[in-house]
């Protein structure tokens, strides 16, 4: 909630207007970080229209937007034709990953096992139809696998020490089949093979309780003959694209060389909306644009929705690798705004991939502690399209309500979870940031600290291979 300070100050601004306004910046300079919301923060914040970031997370989360779908691309589309509404010149930048449909279909029946069986595939099973003898081969490792002879049998392999592709790999090596490999954890297990290889054979997912049922009836002796069918799965290159659309500096007299880059992923995992995760954000960089777009600013603003974030952020590396030397060093700040918009989730909060604080998260601390009286925190964090641009040296932060909502990645993650409030909360405390930054300096005090962090930091988030 906010606190009344806010409209104190705003009817003050009010009546100081422009001029009033620097002055009253001279006498409070040197108190900068408890100023009350200021005559530039309420340019922005009195522009930013929580419907309109509403009305286009509806449009965009009508439908899943898997990278390399049609559907992601009908997205790629609509942010364009939104981008060039506003006015802006914008760019499609495509590329390539390998990508991978999951199995249209799969079957695992086991003769001489009466209980039901539920297999998930992984994420690169290939497609079969096979049947054998099933045979317990440990974790699969090689140590456990020296001397196995599983021509033509269909391998039982626990999870654990390995990843499931060296499993698949190491039992097709022994001559295997095909591959079921079961869960050492509770619960269903769905899980990756990393990367299409021609060395596969058929694997599918069991959980624990159903791998030990199988387990207990082949050390008690019985003889088990296993089929397991997969089919339509689909590896292969896919395209996926960025959208930008660049606001240069508004005079090239009074401009400076840095780049600020605002954006968020516009693709969504299979089966979900992505209402919050991402349309939030990609709706929230559209509706900054649309803002910023009347506004003069001697910094030149990219607004770029990447593609392909869910399968490894794939399109802000490619973005990333796609800028010059000179533009990495000129890039000074990478907004980041991932999952912006629940009603369930926690307060707003930053992540750095390193956990400390850089131009990003200090412009918006001292942003959010103007309009809502207290400092937005900021935490360690990866999992997202920041990643890469830290990893080149850029500030860069990644805005979310923490802890996140149930909804995540599941089906309902649907625009009726969407509250207005937050959206207009987090797209005010962002927006104010960057204009604190972008404004002309001639136009009252600027932060003019120079950041630049040195090392490339390791990824933080892990895949779920082993
Ligand atoms: N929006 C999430 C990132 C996220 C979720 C960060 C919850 C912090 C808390 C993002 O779209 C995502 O799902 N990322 C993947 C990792 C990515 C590298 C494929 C994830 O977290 O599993
Ligand atoms: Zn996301």
Do not use: C
């Amino acid at each position: 909630m906010r606190k009344p300070i806010l409209k104190v100050a705003l009817a003050s601004t009010l009546v100081f207007g422009a001029v009033g306004a620097q002055a009253a910046f001279a006498q409070a300079a040197g108190v900068k970080q408890n100023q009350p919301v200021n005559v530039f923060d309420k340019k922005v914040v009195n522009k930013i229209n929580a419907d309109n970031i509403y009305t286009n997370i509806d449009y965009l989360s009508q439908t899943p937007r898997v990278a390399g779908t049609e559907s992601e691309y009908n997205a790629v589309q609509y942010i364009k034709s939104q981008f060039e509404s506003y006015g802006y010149e914008t760019e499609i930048q495509p590329f390539t990953f390998y990508g991978y449909t999951p199995p249209s279909n799969m079957e695992l029946t086991i003769d001489g096992y009466g209980g039901e069986l539920q297999p998930r595939s992984f994420t690169y099973s290939v497609n079969g139809d096979v049947s054998g003898e099933l045979e317990f081969a440990g974790q699969g490792t090689p140590e456990e696998l020296e001397g196995a002879d599983l021509t033509g049998k269909i391998a039982l392999i626990q999870r654990g020490s390995i990843s499931f592709a060296e499993k698949v790999l190491n039992a097709a090596e022994k001559g295997a089949a095909g591959v079921i490999i079961f869960n050492n954890a509770e619960g269903p297990l769905s899980g990756t093979l990393g990367a299409h290889n021609e060395e596969y054979v058929p694997a599918l997912a069991l959980s624990k309780a159903e791998g030990e049922a199988i387990l207990a009836l082949l050390e008690s002796g019985e003889s088990l003959t296993a089929s397991l069918t997969i089919e339509g799965a689909e590896a292969g290159e896919k395209i996926s694209h960025n959208v930008i659309a660049t606001k240069k500096p508004t005079s090239k007299k009074k401009a400076n060389d840095d780049i600020i880059v605002v954006g968020s992923h516009h693709d969504s995992v299979a089966g979900a909306p992505g209402a919050n995760d991402d349309a939030s954000g990609t709706a929230m960089t559209l509706e900054l644009a649309r803002v910023f777009k009347e506004i003069p600013t001697d910094t030149e603003i990219r607004f770029v929705t990447f593609g392909a974030e869910e399968l490894g952020l794939i399109g802000s590396y490619h973005y990333v690798d796609s800028l010059s030397d000179d533009e990495i060093s000129r890039t000074i700040a990478n907004f980041n705004l991932d999952m912006v918009g629940s009603r369930d989730a926690g307060d707003l909060v930053m992540m750095t991939l390193d956990g400390k604080e850089n131009l990003v998260t200090e412009l918006s601390q001292a942003s959010s502690e103007r309009l809502n009286g207290e400092p937005t925190p900021v935490y360690q964090g990866g999992r997202s399209d920041h990643v890469p641009f830290a990893e080149a040296g850029i500030p860069a932060a990644l805005f979310i309500h923490s802890p996140t909502e149930p909804w995540y990645h599941s089906p309902e993650d649907t625009i009726d979870k969407i509250s207005k409030e937050k959206l207009q909360d987090a797209a005010e405390i962002v927006g104010t940031a960057i204009y604190d930054k972008a404004r002309f300096d001639n136009m009252g005090p600027k932060p003019k600290k120079k950041h630049k962090m040195k090392a490339a930091p390791e990824m933080v988030y892990e895949q779920d291979v082993k």
